[in-house]
């Protein structure tokens, strides 16, 4: 593996990370007026949007975020694939 792909992994891994703290402090309302979160909002939110119009709400239940970090991962894993 060369050290692009290596550094591009890594960039969807990180980003992967940011997306799942970006949903885990969703659950905290605190956490929305914290300036790391509102940094880390303005990041995440614009890739998080893209799935917000797909019909995966279930009552409460918003699986969008889901299919989101899914989609990293299988990004990240055509990009480990590439010889």
Do not use: H
């Not at 119009?53 to 279930?58: A, D, I, S, T, V």
Request: glycine share 4%.
């Amino acid at each position: 593996m060369n050290p692009i792909q290596q550094a591009m992994i890594m960039a969807v891994t990180l980003y992967s990370y940011m997306c799942f703290i970006w949903v885990f402090g969703s659950w905290f309302p605190n956490w929305r007026y914290q300036e790391w979160f509102k940094m880390l909002s303005s990041i995440v939110e614009p890739y998080m949007n893209v799935f917000k119009g797909l019909p995966l709400r279930f009552g409460m239940f918003d699986l969008s975020p889901m299919i989101a970090i899914f989609v990293l991962y299988i990004f990240r894993s055509l990009i480990a694939s590439i010889r």
